[in-house]
C-alpha cells in the first residue's frame, strides 16, 4: 500500500509518509497539494527546497509578503555565488507553505543544503547567479525538465533516449497517449481539472505511477547529484518521521516521488551526502517577477505563461470569461475600440475552438487564437501586447521588511521611501525626467549614480527628449531580482549607500589602468555628489596627466573632465580643481597635437579626427569658464587649428576637420574657405587626398547644409568629382559615398536638384537676385493653391469662413 492509497484509508494518519509529487509552478498541482493536505491535515509538512530557509517560513505569512518572490542563498564570503529557488502564487510549494502557516503546522525544508548546493561542480570560474527549478538556481547547472512533472534536476547523461527523458519526462508521456504537444497535454489532464470528485488523492496517485514507470525503465539518468539530493530528502522524512510519527506530508517534484518512496538503508543515505564540499551561506527572500518564472528567460523549470497560469489559479469561476474581460480592460486602456460584445464572441469562439480540438477547457492556445480574431481583427500587433503585459505578466513581488537582508539592502530601501522611488519590473522600461533644481529629483539622481558605481543597473541614463539643460536628466529604470545579489555583493565597500560608492570609487581610482578612466571616474563621482571621494580622484588624476605623454590619451580624458564642469551650478559642487586640471590637459594637447597628427594612416588619421572634434567641443566649453592663469583657451585653440590646416604632413582628413571647425567659428571667412578648398581640389593634388579633405570639411552634423547654403563650396565639389580620372574614381567613391551617405534624405535630395540645375543657373540667379539658392526663380501658385484644401482641413474651417479664409491664404501664397 503507497502513502496515497493509506491517506485515502485512514483519512491521513497512516504510517507512511504522504507523498505530493508536482510540477513546480503548475495551478493544477496547487489546487491539488491544497486540497490534499485539507483531507490528509498532516501534522508536518516537508517541502522541496534548503533547508537553511526554514527560520525564513514564518515570513511567508506576512501580510506584506506578495509573491512571486524567491529565496535566495548566497556566499557569505563571495556574495555573487547565490542561488534562487523561485515561487509563484499558483506554486504548489507556496500553496503548502501557506497552508501549513493557516493551520500551525510545522513546516520545513527537505532538499540538498545550500550551503553544498552553491559549490557543488563548481570550478574556479563561479558563474553568476541564475535560476534552475526549485531546485537550486544556479546558472552552470544546467536545470532539466523546463516544464515537466517533476524532473528537475540536472539534464543526465546516457544514451541519447535517456537524456530526452530527462530532459522532457512529459513528452515521454504525451507521446504515450498520442499527443504531440506536451504542454497541451499536461494542461488537459492536470492544469485545466480541480481534484477528482469526493478523492483529493487520486491525482498524486496517477502521477505517481506515472513517474514509477518512468523511472524503471530509464533509472536515474545517472546523474550524482539527483542522488544526493534524493538521499538528503529521505534523511529529512525519517526525521520528521522520528518527531512527529504518523502524518507526514511531503511536497516535492513528481520526478520524485519513486526515489522517496523506495526502500534505502540510513547508512547508505548517509554515505551518499557524507564529505560534501560547503560553504558558509545566508538566505534570505527577495522579490521575483513572472518574467523571470518564463522559460524564455532561461528558467530551467520555467513555463511560458507565468500570467495565465496565475489566473487559471485565481480564477475560481469561469476562467475563461474572466480571461477575455482582462484582454478587453488592457486593449481599451490601449485605445482600441473593443466592447462588450467583443468579449462575448472571443469566448464563443474560444469554447467552439476547445470542443472541435477535443478539449476540456478553452486553454491559452484558444483564447489567443480567439483574441486575435474578434478582439485584434487578425493582427498580431495588439495580441503581442496582450502576450507580454497578460500571458506573461509584469508583476513584480514584495516581501516584509522584516526579512533577513544586508545593511546596504536597508539603507538602499529607506532610500528608495524617501524618494519615492519603487522598483518595477516592467519590460517595457519606465523613463523617469528628473529635475535636478527639486531636491527630490537631485535625491533621486545621485542614488542611480551611487548604485551605477555600485554596479546595481538599476537605472540607465538616457538623452532627454524635452529640455537639455543640464539640470534635466531622464533615466531608464527596470528593477531585475539579480539586482538584490549586485546589492549583496557591493555591501564589502560599506553599509550605507553613500559610504560604499565612496570607498568604491576611490578603489576603482587607484587600479585604474588609463587618464581616460579616472577622467570618466570623477565625471560619475560629481554626478554621485561623492564629496570624500572627489578629491582622491582628483589628486590620481593629475598625477596620472603629468606622467601620460599620449596626445590620445590627454583628448580622450579631457571631454569627460569638461562634461563636470557644467554640473557645478546645479549640483553645488566646487569644481575649481576640476577646472584647473582640465586647463592644465589643454594646454598640453595644444603643444602636442600638431606632431602627433604627422604622417598618419587611414585609421589614425579617423581616430584623431574623432579626437579633434571632441577637444573643439571640450575647448567651447571650458572656454566659458576657463582656469585663472590659462589665458584665453579658445583663441590659443583657433591657432592650433590653424596650424592644422596649412601643414602639409597632417592627413587630408584632418586639415579638412581643422578648416571646417575654423568656418564654424567664424574664425575663417567663407571666401578664405573657399580659397583652400580650391587649392586642395586643383588637378595637382592626388585623387584620394582630395577626398578625404573633403570627408573631413563636409563630413559630420552640419555639413550637407553647408553646401546647400554656399553654392562656390558645392561648384567647387561638383567640379573636382567630374575631374577626376576614370582610374582613380573608384578609389575615392566610397569616401565620397560615406560623407554623402551620412546626410539625412532631404538634404542629399536638395544637393542632388542643385547639381542637376548646374551652378551656371545658380550663380546666374544669385547675380540677378530673383531667387534662393536651392530654390526656383519664382513661387508656383497653382501647387501652392493644390494644398489649400488640406490647410483648411487641418484648421477646422468650413463653409463661407473657409472661402474667405482660403482666399487669404492663395493671397499669401501668391
Known sequence: MTAVEGARSSGGTGTEPLLLGVRHHGPGSARSVRAALDAARPKVVLIEGPPEADALIPLAGDEDMRPPVALLAHAVDEPGRSAFWPLAEFSPEWVAIRWALEHDVPARFIDLPATHTLVWGRGPETERAGEGDLGPAVEGTPAAAGGDAGADADSGGGADDQAEVRIDPLGVLAEAAGHDDAERWW???????????????????????????????????????????????????????????????????????????????????????????KVKVDMTWVPWTNRRLARVSGYGAGIDSPGWYGHLFSATDRPVERWMTKVAGLLRAEDRAVSSAHVIEAV??????????????????????????VMCEGSDVPLALVHDRLVVGDDLGEVPEAAPAVPLQRDLARLQRRLRLKPEALERELELELDLRKETDAGRSRLLHRLGLLGVAWGEPVTSRGSTGTFRETWRLRWEPELSVRVAEAGVWGTAVLAAATAKAETDATVAQGLAEVTGLAERCLLAELPDALPVVMRILADRAALDTDV??????????????????????????????????????????????????????????????????????????????????????????????????????????????????????????????????????????????????????????LLVHDERLLGLVDGWLTGVPAEAFTDVLPLIRRTFSAYEPGVRRTLGELVRRGPG??????????????????????????????????????????????????????
Open 187 to 277: 494542461e488537459d489532464v492536470v492544469e485545466h481539472r480541480g481534484p477528482g470528485a469526493g478523492d483529493a488523492f487520486a491525482p498524486f496517485a496517477v502521477v505517481e505511477e506515472a513517474m514509477g514507470a518512468l523511472r524503471e525503465v530509464y533509472g536515474s539518468g545517472g546523474h550524482d547529484r539527483d542522488l544526493v539530493r534524493e538521499a538528503c530528502m529521505r534523511l529529512q522524512m525519517r526525521a520528521a518521521q522520528r518527531d512527529f510519527g504518523s502524518g507526514v506530508a511531503v511536497v516535492c517534484g513528481a520526478w520524485h516521488v519513486p526515489a522517496l518512496r523506495r526502500k534505502v538503508t540510513v547508512a547508505a543515505d548517509r554515505a551518499l551526502v557524507k564529505g560534501l564540499p
Open 348 to 373: 464563443r469562439l474560444a469554447e467552439t475552438l476547445a470542443a472541435m480540438r477535443g478539449r476540456p477547457l478553452a486553454g491559452l492556445g484558444e483564447t489567443t487564437d480567439a483574441v486575435r480574431a
Open 552 to 705: 590620445g590619451h590627454l583628448a580622450q580624458a579631457l571631454p569627460a573632465l569638461v562634461r563636470s564642469l557644467r554640473y557645478g551650478d546645479v549640483r553645488g559642487t566646487d569644481t575649481g580643481a576640476l577646472a584647473e586640471v582640465a586647463a592644465g590637459l589643454a594646454e598640453r594637447i595644444f603643444v602636442g597635437l600638431p606632431p602627433a597628427c604627422a604622417a598618419l594612416d587611414i585609421d589614425a588619421a579617423e581616430e584623431m579626427r574623432r579626437h579633434v572634434d571632441a577637444v573643439h567641443t571640450a575647448v567651447g566649453l571650458l572656454g566659458e569658464a576657463p582656469a585663472a592663469g590659462h589665458g584665453d583657451l579658445r583663441r590659443r585653440w583657433h591657432t592650433v587649428l590653424g596650424v592644422l590646416s596649412g601643414r602639409d604632413t597632417v592627413p587630408g582628413l584632418i586639415r579638412g576637420r581643422a578648416v571646417r571647425l575654423l568656418l564654424d567659428d567664424g574664425e575663417l571667412a567663407r571666401d578664405e574657405a573657399a580659397r583652400l578648398m580650391g587649392l586642395v581640389l586643383s588637378p595637382g593634388t592626388p585623387p584620394g587626398d582630395a577626398a578625404a579633405w573633403i570627408e573631413g570639411f563636409v563630413g559630420g552634423g552640419g555639413g550637407g547644409m
Open 761 to 814: 543657373q545658380r550663380a546666374g540667379t544669385e547675380r540677378a537676385g530673383a531667387g534662393t539658392a536651392g530654390f526656383g526663380l519664382g513661387l508656383d501658385t497653382e501647387r501652392a493653391d493644390a494644398v489649400l484644401p488640406v490647410v483648411r482641413l487641418l484648421l477646422g474651417l468650413d463653409g463661407g469662413a473657409a472661402e474667405q479664409n482660403g482666399a487669404a491664404l492663395s493671397g499669401v501664397a501668391s
